[in-house]
């Protein structure tokens, strides 16, 4: 049994089985009028259109499955935390323009809040950010060895694009660390790619400048 989609721009072959068309109660053959292939790009040209409310649908959707959810997903990072962290690297590797893309409408999005929750960080802690900042900065620059080749220095940003997007991935804040650290109290490490790591923001912290 076979029926012609109802959309005049449909660029299904038509007419098309009746398995290509979803199910109505009021339509013709108990089948909707228009195919399978049409109702999606109709509900996704809606979705590009309309994207408040598909936002309020997906927080309502979630809201009214959000225990279902948690269980569900608590049992799922559980048992397949290797798994996922895999799976979200090389998602991550394999859709690194789209991630970029993401950053930058994200910071777009949150700029003047993020403007605004820096602008009283700093008006807090004025002495003690710049200090920090500058003896940092100095720090790097000295420990930045004259001798490195260019594609040292390429690896050494490469650590810092992966911090960036692994950050995106994972949510969680990925800081590029020095193994042995620049301010150490007893050793200084220098700033070259075999001194370099990425850690979680709390690993960091964790590791203080302990050496
Ligand atoms: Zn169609």
């Given at each position: 049994?076979?029926?012609?989609?109802?959309r005049?721009?449909?660029?299904?072959?038509?007419?098309?089985?009746?398995?290509?068309?979803?199910?109505?109660?009021?339509?013709?053959?108990?089948?909707?009028?228009?195919?399978?292939?049409?109702?999606?790009?109709?509900?996704?040209?809606?979705?590009?259109?309309n994207?408040?409310?598909?936002?309020?649908?997906?927080?309502?959707?979630?809201?009214?499955?959000?225990?279902?959810?948690?269980?569900?997903?608590?049992?799922?990072?559980?048992?397949?935390?290797?798994?996922?962290?895999?799976?979200?690297?090389?998602?991550?590797?394999e859709?690194?323009?789209?991630?970029?893309?993401?950053?930058?409408?994200?910071?777009?999005?949150?700029?003047?809040?993020?403007?605004?929750?820096?602008?009283?960080?700093?008006?807090?802690?004025?002495?003690?950010?710049?200090?920090?900042?500058?003896?940092?900065?100095?720090?790097?620059?000295?420990?930045?060895?004259?001798?490195?080749?260019?594609?040292q220095?390429?690896?050494?940003?490469?650590?810092?694009?992966?911090?960036?997007?692994?950050?995106?991935?994972?949510?969680?804040?990925?800081?590029?660390?020095?193994?042995?650290?620049?301010?150490?109290?007893?050793?200084?490490?220098?700033?070259?790619?075999?001194?370099?790591?990425?850690?979680?923001?709390?690993?960091?912290?964790?590791?203080?400048?302990?050496?």
């Open positions: 049994m076979t029926k012609t989609c109802s005049p721009d449909c660029e299904q072959a038509n007419p098309q089985p009746f398995e290509e068309f979803g199910r109505s109660k009021t339509g013709k053959f108990g089948l909707m009028s228009m195919c399978r292939s049409c109702n999606r790009k109709k509900a996704a040209a809606w979705a590009v259109a994207p408040e409310r598909v936002k309020t649908q997906n927080r309502q959707y979630y809201q009214n499955n959000k225990e279902t959810f948690r269980i569900e997903t608590a049992i799922y990072r559980a048992t397949h935390k290797e798994e996922i962290k895999v799976k979200k690297l090389k998602w991550a590797d859709n690194k323009e789209y991630l970029v893309e993401k950053k930058k409408q994200w910071y777009q999005d949150n700029k003047e809040e993020k403007k605004a929750y820096e602008a009283e960080y700093r008006t807090k802690n004025r002495g003690k950010h710049r200090a920090d900042r500058k003896k940092y900065k100095l720090a790097k620059r000295n420990a930045v060895p004259t001798w490195l080749t260019k594609e220095l390429e690896q050494i940003q490469h650590y810092y694009d992966a911090a960036q997007w692994a950050t995106t991935i994972l949510e969680e804040l990925i800081v590029v660390d020095h193994i042995v650290p620049l301010q150490g109290k007893n050793v200084r490490g220098l700033h070259v790619p075999w001194n370099l790591q990425l850690l979680t923001e709390e690993e960091n912290c964790r590791k203080g400048n302990k050496l």
